[in-house]
């Protein structure tokens, strides 16, 4: 049986936890700023979960994460 390729994209964007949940960075916070709220960007600042439906997705593009 071959070894499954990694998706590269995937890969730089998602982290897996210890507990084997899936970090994402938030939407929203690259350019626009200016107009958003203090409080807004504030929470952006904070990594996001992937929610549990995607998460069986984005384990087949890492497999190996």
Sequence with gaps: MPKIKTSRGAAKRFKVT???????RKAGKSHL???KGRKRK??????GLVSSRSTKNIRRLIPYL
């Design 18 to 24: 210890a507990k084997g949940k899936i970090k994402r």
């Design 33 to 35: 700023l200016s107009s």
């Design 42 to 47: 504030r929470r952006l600042r904070h990594a």
